[in-house]
């Protein structure tokens, strides 16, 4: 196994310091670090933080591998600066069986770029109709934790209620798509003056608030975790900061997007801006900026969702709803809030690493950069600015919303347990694991 001294990083944008990672775990901390054998890495100037860890991106395979693959997607999340991603179970088939997850999760391993924690579905097929075999797969090798309908609500709320008692019992959580469908038929943007102007069927706020403020009363009456998947409007925030005070156990995630764009980008008709939640209002996303900052909404999630240039490129009305976004969210994540001076780098550790691989209960990822931790690990250059080019990008979804704009931020080097899959802002090598080997 490689060994990897990192000269003079700033862990957590502190003082700088090495690193020396071998074995697969940090070995060493401390200034004037040296190692026979080892490869150097100038880390002069760049910010080193414990590796990204996704709670929600969509890597498409089994059934759509014409708009990504694990292979792809995972390659693009490398990239993007994580070590660990969950995939969310929205394929065809559906992730609602065992066999299914521990699919994905083989396909993760074989294409070696980052961890892949499989989504279950809470329903079979992501109809609402049935709870989907939420034990198998938790007991499956894929060890699932986290289910999601993901693109669709759970919107009985019977099914619901079963479904948070039933996670329980392996220390689960259900990742709600809070969406009241009826409030929702024919949505194509946010509800609000401009949806009048342009003539498209709006989605009101109340429709996601709806479902965050059911939900959260349920969790509290069934004593379950309950995670909140991309909270886009200010009143959800304040239902969940209601929430917290009482004592609920619900956590939520926010998008790069949603802190960064408003509903203005869809005045020019673009497709590339139709999100399912859609873009909101200027005031939502400062809402949405505070509660990250406040804790009151525990982690970004890219909810990066490639689409072909059929399903994206074509008129509003009938194009695919998503973005993609694991090669961007560190950049929009530095833009809106670290360059606002809202969080700092161990801010965005909290939200991009530690606090998703917590909610996730995924082993050794979101670990302090500390001695014996596992080297997962990457290198970011706060200094550089790049200008989005999507056909540059390692995924094949071409449905970037940062397309020509210039992003602060690079990621230098990505390191997998102890393993350089990215160095010098380039794709390095994989590290392939076999099934045999155990997480930790």
Not at 20 to 47: F, K, Y
Not at 135 to 140: I, T
Not at 177 to 188: D, F, I, S, V
Not at 290 to 318: Q, S
Request: charged share 20%; net charge negative; glycine share 10%.
């Amino acid at each position: 196994m490689s060994t990897y001294l990192l000269k003079s990083v700033r862990p957590l944008g502190g003082d700088p310091t090495d690193l020396l990672l071998r074995d697969g775990r940090i070995a060493e901390v401390g200034t004037g670090l040296d190692a026979a054998g080892a490869s150097v890495v100038d880390g002069d100037g760049l910010v080193a933080l414990p590796g990204l860890v996704d709670l929600h991106t969509h890597l498409r395979e089994p059934g759509r591998e014409d708009a990504e693959t694990v292979e792809t997607g995972t390659l693009a999340a490398a990239l993007g600066g994580f070590t660990a991603v969950h995939a969310m179970a929205n394929t065809d088939p559906v992730a609602d069986t065992a066999g299914v997850v521990e699919q994905v999760w083989r396909l993760g391993r074989r294409a070696g770029w980052v961890d892949v924690r499989p989504v279950g579905a809470v329903t079979v097929g992501l109809a609402g109709e049935r709870l989907a075999e939420l034990g198998a797969m938790a007991d499956s090798a894929a060890g699932v934790r986290v289910f999601s309908d993901d693109g669709h609500c759970v919107w009985d709320a019977v099914l619901m209620r079963r479904a948070l008692e039933y996670v329980k019992a392996f220390d689960g959580v259900v990742a709600q798509h809070a969406q009241e469908p009826r409030l929702t038929a024919g949505a194509q943007m946010h509800e609000g003056e401009l949806s009048g102007v342009l003539g498209l069927q709006g989605w009101p706020a109340v429709a996601e608030e709806a479902i965050v403020a059911r939900d959260v009363l349920l969790a509290g009456h069934v004593g379950s975790r309950l995670h909140v998947c991309h909270v886009s409007t200010a009143g959800s925030v304040e239902i969940l900061r209601w929430a917290r005070s009482r004592g609920v156990d619900v956590t939520a995630e926010v998008t790069p997007h949603h802190l960064l764009l408003t509903d203005e980008r869809v005045r020019g008709y673009d497709p590339v801006f139709k999100v399912n939640p859609p873009l909101r209002t200027a005031d939502d996303v400062a809402a949405l900026r505070e509660a990250l900052a406040d804790g009151t909404i525990d982690v970004v999630a890219t909810d990066h969702a490639p689409h072909t240039v059929e399903d994206k490129d074509c008129e509003w009305a009938a194009a695919a709803m998503g973005m993609t976004g694991l090669e961007t969210a560190l950049s929009v994540v530095q833009e809106a809030m670290v360059d606002t001076g809202l969080l700092d780098w161990a801010g965005v550790a909290r939200v991009l690493s530690s606090a998703p691989a917590r909610i996730g209960r995924v082993a050794g990822q979101g670990r302090p950069l500390q001695v014996g931790e596992p080297a997962n690990v990457v290198l970011v250059d706060p200094a550089a600015r790049r200008r989005i080019d999507p056909a540059t990008m390692a995924t094949q979804g071409r449905n970037s919303p940062y397309a020509g704009t210039e992003l602060p931020g690079r990621v230098v080097a990505t390191f997998h347990r102890g393993h350089a899959t990215v160095l010098d802002g380039a794709p390095a090598s994989p590290r392939p694991v076999g099934d045999e080997e155990v997480d930790r």
